[in-house]
């Protein structure tokens, strides 16, 4: 056996209940559980080409066609290191297989997204990566899934779930190795099948504070995330799970919205504080709020209210991700371009696959819509596009070799 090659693709995922702050900054393990929807794709990807070869004198690395320093990335460096382990390990188990967790290997990666953009580009990319390395060290078949996403949790929390498709939840674990904090499946991406996302970014700018020196200052100083941690996100986990299996959109839509609102809050009471919604964020919140009231009802007591339309949901950054059920797609979105309207120029990139339910919507019905909400129109361009996509499943090998490789032949970037 000489070389192995194999390119993969992993997903983006993006919490209702969000993980923020770190109980162990080496490991990444976390204050809390989070509970993630994997997105399609066939929109959103980290595509990866791993080469393991004998001839290769170092290990390298290409991030969006950019050479990186890999000994001086820690967290990609332990992921490295445990997966050979990993692959060390299982060949002293069984001495027919080869021994190749010494060759050195060249990795090549790219986002079809602008990174750092809060669009959960480390989560993909670190998927991507721990997924590509184990097929590449053919390790991958091997071991249970929930072990590749205790090595991509080392990468960046968010990834572990990212190895999952469907409803994911990230079990915090209380190991102090980090051994039970991976990630599991709650339900596959065919569950809830109506259930779409519509992200409306806000800016694709690089953000200020990464979430990692972000968390960890908010875990620093932050009393509210105390009472999160301990009051809040234990409960909210449970009625998320429930409100899943049981395809209860209003719940679903109240925890989400719920647990965006707080996590930003705690971001508010960090010190000094950490501020990532912008005007445009908060009138996205302002615009699905009033909406939403046009139909919604009192529920049982103590239960949501029953009638949600939209969820909004916004990492850390300014934009939006607004979970939806297919059949109020097409309203949804006339409602967003009222209040953001579409540029005349660049039509099609700015809606790509939402342009799909433009014109599919009741015109009058949104019109009445619109005038009760009441909101004056922003400049056109205030919304940079819209990616319209739905959940998905987890990662997917897309070939071995040459097929849909990065790297050319002499194993390095095409
Ligand atoms: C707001 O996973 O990017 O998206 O573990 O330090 O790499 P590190 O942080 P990261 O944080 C993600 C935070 C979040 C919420 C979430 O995805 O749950």
């Known amino acids: 056996m000489s070389v192995h090659q194999v390119t993969v693709s992993a997903p983006v995922n993006i919490a209702v209940v969000k993980y923020w702050g770190k109980r ?182 690089r953000k200020d504070t990464p979430s990692t020196a972000g968390m960890q200052l908010t875990v620093e100083t932050s009393a509210l995330l105390q009472s999160r941690i301990k009051d809040v996100v234990p409960k909210r986990m449970e009625e998320m799970r429930a409100a899943i299996a049981a395809k209860d959109y209003d719940a679903f839509a109240e925890l989400t919205m719920k647990d965006s609102n707080q996590f930003h809050a705690v971001c508010l009471d960090t010190f000094p504080p950490i501020s990532y919604m912008n005007d445009v964020s908060r009138a996205v919140v302002h615009l699905i709020t009033s909406y939403n009231a046009l139909f919604t009802q009192p529920g049982a007591a103590g239960g949501p209210k029953k009638g949600y339309r939209a969820a909004y949901t916004f990492d850390a950054g300014p934009n939006a991700v607004l979970y939806v059920r297919r059949e109020h797609v097409a309203e949804v979105l006339a409602i967003v371009n009222a209040v953001f309207p579409v540029p005349t120029t660049d039509r099609e990139a700015y809606l790509g696959r939402a342009a799909q339910y433009v014109g599919k919507e009741d015109v009058a019905g949104v019109a009445s819509l619109v005038k009760k909400i009441g909101m004056a129109p922003f400049a056109a361009g205030s919304l940079r596009r819209i990616i319209s996509t739905s959940v998905g499943d987890g990662p997917r090998v897309l070939g071995w070799g040459a097929e849909n490789s990065l790297l050319g032949e002499n194993g390095l970037p095409k």
Request: aromatic letters at 6%; charged letters at 25%.
């Open 24 to 205: 162990d900054t080496a490991l990444l393990l976390p204050t809390n559980s989070s509970l993630s929807l994997t997105l399609s794709q066939d929109d959103l990807r980290s595509t990866t080409t791993v080469r393991i070869d004998p001839k290769f004198e170092a290990d390298r690395l290409w991030l969006n066609g950019k050479e990186e320093d890999v000994t001086s990335n820690k967290r990609m460096v332990n992921v490295v290191r445990e997966l050979r382990a990993l692959r060390k390990s299982l060949q002293d188990a069984d001495s027919a297989l080869p021994v190749i967790d010494s060759w050195r290997m060249h990795v090549c990666s790219e986002n079809n997204f602008p990174t750092a953009a809060g669009l959960a580009s480390s989560a993909s990319g670190f998927a991507a990566l721990t997924f590509g390395i184990a097929q590449a060290l053919d390790i991958a078949e091997r071991i249970p899934r929930a072990q590749l996403s205790r090595l991509a949790r080392l990468g960046s929390g968010s990834a572990c779930r990212s190895l999952f498709g469907g409803f994911v939840a990230w079990n915090m674990g209380s190991a102090a190795d980090g051994n039970d904090s991976v990630a599991e499946q709650v339900a596959d991406e065919s569950h809830w099948a109506d259930m779409e996302a519509l992200i409306l970014v806000a800016s694709d700018a």
